[in-house]
């Protein structure tokens, strides 16, 4: 009779005392569950990242924009029309042709800083949004020859010069053959065109340029404009630009890989908070079952005395 009460009163005691913990270990669960989901929130910002940078490489001169924050240039070419396939092969948007577009405005300043036609010896400066433009309109004119006057811009247009010489200086193969050497004969003499070489010596202060190297040669064109609000996403020298562009074009292989690592990185850091979280919930039963023998051998312990007392 004694062993089946002292029995029964241990288990009560040891359900009550089960109760107790289970509602504590809720509560520190919750806590560890906030701790996970904040993992689970840098596994996500990896991701993220890394389909970013992605995306960035993907889009050639668009992610260049898109990366830089050049919200008004990205916009200008998600908005362009089907005649600019973005990164395609022959594209103003690869970055190949971007990077031979920045040269065409480096020779305009070294002629500019050079003869300083009309007083205007300063140099040009390069805006994102300027770029995207000359972009645009670079590649209506590969397949329509003529100005598309997308863009309320002043712009040069050439077509036939091989795009290796594009980077060329005075009076060689490039485009300011043309725009600059002949028609300055031309205005000098009062007879012929004389709009291209009006615009590169002329008084505005931003430029854009753009090469399309569909068929054998490349269309060229360069836009110049007035700073303005409406596209002041920064002003960058010649020099900067080409710093800012080179710079994006060697780093971006290696961001990419940097973003694949926090990925494994914040993998790394769930498995370990799951980790801690599971040898913390194991650590907690453990100390319920000691709890309740302990628990439970007091009681017996007391119980004993109790019936003892009886006898």
Request: charged content about 25%; aromatic content about 12%.
């Amino acid at each position: 009779m004694k062993k089946a009460v002292k029995i029964i009163l241990a288990c009560l005691m040891a359900v009550s005392c089960f109760n107790i913990k289970t509602v504590n270990l809720k509560a520190d669960e919750e806590t560890e569950e906030i701790e996970l989901s904040t993992a689970e929130e840098l596994i996500e910002e990896a991701v993220e990242y890394y389909e970013f940078v992605q995306q960035c490489i993907d889009e050639g001169a668009l992610g260049f924009f898109r990366f830089m924050g050049s919200d008004k240039a990205v916009e200008v070419l998600e908005n362009a029309p089907s005649t600019t396939d973005i990164n395609g092969d022959y594209d103003a948007t690869s970055l190949e042709n971007m990077r031979y577009a920045i040269d065409i405005i480096r020779v305009c300043n070294e002629i500019r800083n050079r003869y300083g036609d009309f007083g205007n010896s300063y140099s040009l400066v390069i805006n994102d949004t300027a770029m995207a433009m000359a972009q645009v309109q670079c590649n209506i004119s590969c397949y329509t020859m003529g100005h598309s006057r997308y863009y309320s811009a002043n712009e040069n247009l050439a077509w036939g010069y091989a795009y290796s010489n594009l980077s060329s200086y005075y009076g060689s193969a490039g485009p300011f053959d043309s725009w600059y050497y002949t028609e300055k004969g031309n205005y000098a003499s009062g007879s012929g065109e004389t709009g291209h070489f009006l615009a590169v010596t002329g008084s505005k202060t931003v430029s854009g340029a753009a090469v399309n190297q569909k068929g054998r040669f490349a269309t060229v064109n360069q836009i110049f404009l007035y700073q303005s609000d409406s596209y002041d996403e920064g002003y960058y020298t010649v020099g900067e630009y080409i710093e800012r562009f080179d710079n994006y074009c060697d780093t971006i292989d290696d961001e990419l890989e940097k973003a694949r690592e926090n990925i494994e990185l914040a993998w790394a850091v769930y498995d370990y908070v799951a980790h801690v979280k599971s040898v913390i919930t194991n650590k907690k039963k453990s100390e319920i079952i000691a709890e309740y023998i302990l628990q439970s051998n007091n009681y017996s312990t007391h119980l004993d005395e109790i019936l003892d007392s009886d006898d």
